[in-house]
C-alpha cells in the first residue's frame, strides 16, 4: 500500500475515533438520565408534544384534589344535614305529643324545647352554608377538575342554590305548639321541610356521586397521559444498552485498526535497514 493510501486510511480511522465518542456519550446520558429527549436538539418535536401532556397531567393531578376537596365539603354538608333531619323528627315528636288532646303535662315546657331546637336547626344550616344568605344556597358549586375540551366542560357544578335549610327555608321558623290548634299546624309543616330537606339531600349527594366519578376519569386520563409523555420522552433502556455495547466495541475496533495502520510504515521502513 502506497504511503497516500495509508494516510488516507489513518484519516478515516481517526474521523471514526472522533465520531463514535459523541454517540457513546448521549448514549450514556439516556441511560443515566432515563430520556430520550435530555435537549432540545434531541427531538425537538417530540419534547413540545410530551411537554403538552405533561402539563395537562399537573392540570388533573390538581383537578383529582380539588374534585376530593369538594367530595370533602359535601360529606361535611351531609352529615350537617343528617342532623337537621333527626332534630326535625324530634320537633315532630314535640309536636305530636301537644297535638294530642290525652296529654296531660305543660305545652309551654314542650314548646320551649321546640324553639330551642329551631334555633339550633339555624345554627347547624349557617355552618353548611345552606341558611337563607349561605355561600352554598346562593351560587352554585364549581369545582375545576380539568380534562375538558374548553374550560366550562373541565368543571364540575353542584347546585345547590334555593336550598336554605334553616328553620325560615323549611318553613318551620313561625311554628309553636302551644296548643292543639297550633300543633297540628306544626306537624304540617315540619312534614313539608322533611320533603324539602330530602331533595336538598338527594341534590348534595348527587353532587357527591358526580364528584367521584370526574375524580374516575381524571384518574383514567392522567394515566393515558403519563404513558404517552412517557412513549415520548424516556429512554429505551434496553435498546440504549445495546448501543452502548455498540458503541464501545466499535470504539475499540477504531483504536486497534489505527494502531495497527500506525505500525505498518514502520515495518515497510524496516525492511530498508
Known amino acids: ?111 320551649n324545647e321546640f324553639q330551642a331546637l329551631k334555633g339550633e336547626i339555624d345554627r347547624q344550616a349557617q355552618n353548611i352554608h345552606l341558611d337563607a344568605a349561605g355561600s352554598f344556597s346562593t351560587a352554585k358549586i364549581n369545582v375545576y377538575v380539568g380534562g375538558g375540551s374548553t374550560q366550562p366542560n373541565s368543571q364540575v357544578t353542584v347546585d345547590l342554590t334555593g336550598a336554605g335549610v334553616d328553620s325560615t327555608g323549611l ?27 330530602g331533595t336538598t339531600q338527594g341534590a348534595v349527594g348527587t353532587g357527591q356521586n358526580t364528584l367521584q366519578y370526574a375524580v374516575q376519569l381524571a384518574q383514567s386520563q392522567i394515566a393515558t397521559f403519563s404513558a404517552s409523555e412517557s412513549s415520548l420522552r424516556d429512554a429505551d433502556i434496553a435498546a440504549e444498552a445495546s448501543n452502548l455495547t455498540k458503541a464501545q466495541t466499535l470504539q475499540q475496533a477504531s483504536l486497534a485498526a489505527l494502531a495497527q495502520a500506525n505500525s505498518a510504515p514502520q515495518a515497510v521502513l524496516a525492511l530498508f535497514r
Open 171 to 197: 318553613g318551620v321558623s313561625a311554628s309553636v305548639i302551644t296548643d292543639q290548634t297550633t300543633s297540628l299546624a306544626a306537624l304540617t309543616a315540619i312534614g313539608t321541610a322533611l320533603k324539602k330537606l
Open 1 to 111: 500500500m502506497s504511503p497516500r493510501c495509508w494516510r488516507r486510511t489513518i484519516l478515516q480511522l481517526t474521523a471514526v475515533s472522533r465520531a463514535r465518542p459523541s454517540f457513546q456519550s448521549q448514549t450514556i446520558q439516556r441511560l443515566t438520565s432515563g430520556f430520550r429527549i435530555n435537549s432540545s436538539g434531541d427531538d425537538a418535536a417530540g419534547l413540545a408534544v410530551a411537554n403538552g401532556f405533561r402539563s395537562q397531567v399537573a392540570e388533573l393531578q390538581q383537578g383529582v384534589r380539588n374534585a376530593n376537596d369538594g367530595v370533602a365539603t359535601l360529606q361535611s354538608v351531609d352529615g350537617g344535614l343528617n342532623n337537621i333531619g333527626k332534630i326535625l323528627d324530634r320537633l315532630k315528636t314535640l309536636a305530636s305529643q301537644s297535638a294530642s288532646d290525652t296529654f296531660q303535662g305543660d305545652r309551654a315546657t314542650l314548646d
